[in-house]
């Protein structure tokens, strides 16, 4: 009887001990995954306060996004060096107090320096998250843990506006960073106390060659997704010198890799076939995730007059769906093949982004609502079982860096989304504007009985300047409907991937 409650008691504290540790590592998940988005809302704001121009005030998110990227990959080194735990508390303690420090910055030139900090010390909290939760739960449960930390990774990005928003409307841009001062302390205070440290491997090398090339790399390709459309890409010297840098460096960075005897980053771990196909599958959700939410506000506040609040209000559904479908999958991932719940997600994702090529200024909140949904619901049917599915089979070895390769994927995915979208989206407004205006001519009936009913008046410049808003906003508006539709066709170019990943039988077999 003894030995029963013994065994009893111990359960209930190695369960409790896990609910604490994935309470703890959730705080920190949505502290930096919020961070990539909320800041955005607030830019205008900034500039009017530090009195910058739009080019300079871009530097906010350019600094972040760089450090993070040129970071990341030093996860599993350093969590091998000093150990994980000791990593993931200095991490959050540095996130939190350069915060603070972008709170209360007085300059340009502060603010970037203080989100600079804020990319490094944040680029770990992410794939050591993930690592420890696979390390926390049994194989069995990877799907529940998975589920739990997707919330965090998936809601934090598409709650941001909407939170950023709320802060900068009623409040103060400030406060955008503020916000991460109690997640932070939240999370120290329940790693502190219920996460054990990882084995240290002092005899670890740190291949420095390797990490100069693969950051160099990373950080001029980031620079040039984030300022290629502001510097009109290759016509520029500064996006052609970073596009060559990213070429020669990554090649350099491959060819190391496979030739010295302790790489920075081992290729072994690549031999993993569900990792590998998982490894390009996220870095296709990466596109998706962000590249419907970079085009949305601007639709809805250029195109259709809605205000940021209401913007951030009408697309908070969306992280609604996702949370739901992870729930489900968490529920059901031991009983359903991964695979099946990855192809439903790609199919809602397929079927939200056809509804979206047929939108028009005149659609309802309703519909943005729906649509959001289906694709927010889809996105959580993906992300769980592909997290789970992609470290199923790799050795517990590789799985620091495996998971920090996981979100570096993730996130160049994104920027490369956005990137294309913004780019797409701009050539598609000038080609449709000059189709458009084909039909601006004398002989058009239509524009013949606007003018002989006073709607326009061609004569004058007043009548040919609101003669030409209207075909800008009609050019714009097909301009986002045919992005909808390249990124309809990105998800389906993406269904074939789920092939290669291997079912549950053979893992078990392997």
Known sequence: MATTQGLQMKETNVAMTRIMITISVMLATIMQALDTTIANVALPHMKGAMGTTQDQISWVLTSYIVAAAICMPLTGVLAAKIGRKRLFMWSIVGFTVSSILCGAAQS???????????????????????????????KEKHG???????????????LGPYLGGLLTEYYSWRWVFYINVPFGILAWFGLAA????????????????????????????????????????????????EGLLTIVCGTMFLAHIFTHSHPFIDPKMFRDRN???????????????????????????????????????????????????????????????ARFFITLG???????????????????????????????????????PLSTISFATLDPKYRNEGTSMFSLLRNIGSSIGISVVTTYLAQRTQINHAAFADYINPFNLGLQIAQEQGAYNTTTAAGLAALNQVVTGQAA????????????WVTVAALPLVFLLKGKSKQATA
Not at 114 to 131: E, I, T, Y
Not at 144 to 151: D, F, I
Not at 477 to 488: G, K
Request: a negative charge; hydrophobic letters at 55%.
């Open 194 to 241: 219920f996460l054990d440290e990882s084995k240290l491997d002092k005899k670890r090398s740190f291949d420095l060659y390797g990490f100069v090339l693969l950051g160099v790399a990373i950080g001029s390709l980031q620079m040039m997704l984030d300022r290629g459309e502001s510097q009109n890409w290759f016509a520029s010297l500064e996006v052609t010198i």
């Open 144 to 158: 529940s843990a998975m589920a739990m930390w997707g919330v965090g990774v998936m809601v934090g990005p598409i």
């Open 275 to 337: 990792f590998s196909v998982g490894m390009v599958f996220i870095f296709i959700v990466g596109i998706i995730l962000l590249s419907s939410m970079a085009l949305l506000p601007p639709f809805m506040s250029s195109l259709m007059g809605y205000p940021v609040v209401d913007i951030g209000a009408i697309l908070a559904p969306r992280g609604f769906g996702t949370m739901a479908a992870m729930i489900i999958v968490g529920r059901l991932a031991n009983k359903i093949d």
């Open 346 to 384: 790609l199919v809602l994702i397929t079927y939200s982004m056809w509804e979206m090529t047929l939108f028009t200024t005149e659609v309802t909140a309703w519909d943005i609502i729906r649509t959001g949904l289906v694709q927010g619901t889809g996105l959580g049917f993906i992300f769980v």
């Open 477 to 488: 508006t097909l301009a986002y409907l045919q992005d909808f539709r390249l990124m309809m």
């Open 108 to 138: 340009l030139d502060q603010i970037v320096l203080f989100r600079l900090l804020q990319g490094v010390f944040g680029a770990s909290l992410v794939p050591l998250s993930q690592s420890v939760l696979l390390d926390t739960y049994p």
